[in-house]
């Protein structure tokens, strides 16, 4: 036998034992990587925990650094040291499990001691409880029950838990994840409320949109049957706003007449949503504005319905969202006349050089309708929404991001970090 030749069975034992290495990493990947989609709480719960060790991770690696998140909904995190030597201070293996909330249980009424003579839709003042819809003077609210837990989700880093051996936080919403210098570790830290501005992923903001577009439906003790919205129109009111962006100079985007956010609402028509529908709504918050801002051109592509005999909704809709009371005096002036184009009759009297005035302008002249501080601002925002942007949108429409021409922009790493 050569010198560095194996032996047949010597070659056979090393093959197995390959085989067998190959077969049981592959199990454990398996198990560990694998997206829980079986329903969308496994797959928050599995999308959390990989999120809460990814910070941990990444400010483990540095001097200093703070990351804050907004779970938007309940959670429990459970973060466990996994060495021989727990009290070292080196990095090491950690296991992380995060459980998420969902509504359920007995739904019931509770009398809201803070408030006389209405309903606050906002979290009730005791109990595990969230209100969704007014009954008179009485909250109408449902438990949160715990739904899912992710399988343990392993990361390499160093958490700040003193000298125990795990970590465990219950009932969180808002998280602040904070490394500084010469600190034992990450410290994680529960917050009343998120203070910077976050950007949402694309996978979130896709979530909201698909969602609240279409498949959010209101049925607590009314008769509101929303219609749906087309998503490119969304995504396309969107990019026409604020270029899906929600932030400047880590603050929430302001503008001169006090509209926030990627949506650009006001703070009222935010909290009117939020009470209409049974939504808790922080017009602040990047996500709770995407809701507001889709509820808000639904509520008004509903309402609008009937005065267009079902014609050109979705543009009456995003006419209406920038424009109201003027375009509703247009509207029940010229689109029921049983004409297939409510937008053909009403565009020329919000079209300065039309010579249709019929509305008035701030010093009570006749002028075109639905002006604005720059001009034709409506008529000028609906040509943005369905003419520039919308016709990328229809070409991708798995774009959740910038699009323009005909090219979708990825927004990239998710913005967590303020």
């Known amino acids: 036998m050569k ?3 194996i032996p047949g ?3 056979i034992i090393f093959i197995g034992v ?29 999308y959390f925990a990989h999120i809460v060790a990814s910070y941990i991770g990444a400010l483990s690696s540095v001097d200093e650094g703070s990351i ?3 779970f938007q909904g309940k959670v429990d995190i459970e973060i466990e040291r996994y060495t021989w030597f727990r009290w070292s201070k080196r990095p090491s293996t950690y296991y992380v499990r995060v459980t998420v909330y969902r509504e359920g249980g007995q739904t019931f009424k509770k009398n809201d001691p803070g408030s006389v003579g209405k309903c606050e839709l906002a979290y009730c003042k005791s109990g595990e ?22 399988d343990r989700t392993a990361f390499i880093g160093n958490v700040d838990m003193g000298s125990e051996s795990s970590l465990k936080m219950e ?18 830290v529960k917050v009343d409320s998120v203070e910077g501005c976050a950007e949402p992923s694309e996978e979130d903001v896709k979530q909201i949109i698909d969602y609240y577009s279409s498949k959010f439906e209101y049925t607590s003790g009314t008769n509101i049957k929303l219609l749906p919205i087309d998503t490119n129109v969304v995504k396309a009111a969107i990019m026409a706003e604020n270029h899906f962006l929600h932030c400047d100079n880590g603050k929430v985007v302001v503008s001169p007449a006090g509209a926030y956010g990627m949506f650009q609402l006001l703070p009222s028509t935010a909290t009117w949503m939020g ?23 639904r509520d008004r592509k509903t309402d609008m319905s009937k005065y267009t005999q079902g014609y050109d909704l979705d543009k009456i809709a995003v006419a209406n969202y920038n424009c109201h009371d003027q375009l509703l005096h247009v509207i029940s002036l010229h689109c029921n006349s049983g004409g ?19 509305c008035k302008d701030k010093d009570g002249n006749a002028a075109a309708c639905c002006q604005g501080t720059t001009g034709d601002e409506t008529l000028n925002h609906v040509k943005k929404v369905f003419e520039d942007h919308k016709p990328c949108f229809d070409k991708n429409p798995d774009c959740y991001f910038s699009c323009s021409g005909s090219t979708c922009k990825k927004r990239g790493i998710e913005g967590a970090v303020t």
């Open 129 to 150: 409880c969230t209100c969704k819809s007014c009954d008179g003077s009485v909250c109408v609210v449902v438990n949160l029950e715990k739904s899912e837990t992710s």
């Open 275 to 297: 009470d209409k529908y049974g939504e808790s709504i922080d017009y602040k918050n990047h996500l709770d504005n995407l809701k507001a801002g889709i509820l808000y051109l």
């Open 68 to 70: 804050e998140r907004d």
């Open 18 to 46: 390959a085989l067998i290495g190959m077969i049981f990493t592959v199990a454990v990947l398996g198990t560990t990587l694998k997206p829980s989609l079986q329903s969308s709480d496994e797959a928050r719960a599995d």
């Open 171 to 188: 009932g969180l919403r808002y998280i602040t994840f904070t490394k500084t210098s010469g600190s034992d570790g990450v410290k994680i």
């Open 340 to 358: 297939s184009s409510c937008w053909n009759n009403i565009a020329p009297y919000l079209d300065s050089s039309s010579g249709k005035k019929i």
């Open 3 to 5: 010198k560095g030749d």
């Open 9 to 11: 069975s010597r070659m």
